[in-house]
């Protein structure tokens, strides 16, 4: 799982020791490659909280992904990065899923969610409000939704 506020699941020394204390059998090589899918390999000597937000953020997803889980939970993978790097997640998350791991991302960030998802259960006040694919009806759906949210708030339901 890798949670919305990082801070409170890096521990470890070094970036490369977060990501190997994850894994069944602790494997510096693995540790490194996990790391540099995610642009990592340059700061893996670092202590976790000399890093920015979003090096955090990716540190901690490196580590979920090393841990070998059949399931993976994101909350707001891609809060603090950049397009460059949100993209990057969202590929390593797509290669993630092709492996036969499930990944379950909660977010609000429209392009990850068209990025790398395959299907959308959206929320609203703790109950499933709707369910469905991300073919072009579900596209659709998901943009119109993030249009209405941004550009007209949130329609009350005295509306």
């Known amino acids: 799982m890798v949670m919305q ?4 699941q890096l521990f470890t020394e070094t970036i490369q020791d977060e990501v190997m204390i994850s894994m069944k059998e ?3 090589k693995e540790a490194d490659k996990f790391l540099d899918m995610l642009d990592l390999i340059k700061v893996k000597d670092r202590h976790p909280m ?11 997803i490196a580590s979920a992904i090393a841990s070998g ?3 993976l939970f994101l909350d707001e993978p891609t809060s603090g990065l950049d397009h ?3 993209l990057e997640v969202a590929e390593v998350l797509r290669e993630v899923w092709d492996t036969g791991i499930s990944v379950y991302v909660i977010t609000h960030d429209l392009e990850l969610i068209i990025e790398c998802c395959t299907d959308v259960i959206h929320f609203e006040n703790g109950t499933i409000a709707d369910q ?8 659709e ?9 941004k550009c007209c708030g949130k329609w009350s339901k005295s509306d």
Do not use: C, P, T, W
């Open 5 to 8: 506020e990082v801070n409170h």
């Open 26 to 28: 602790e494997n510096e």
């Open 50 to 60: 000399s890093l920015s937000g979003g090096q955090k953020q990716r540190a901690a």
């Open 69 to 71: 889980r059949s399931v």
């Open 84 to 86: 460059k790097h949100m």
């Open 132 to 139: 469905y694919q991300m073919d072009a009806e579900g596209m």
């Open 141 to 149: 759906k998901i943009r119109k939704y993030f249009i209405q949210e």
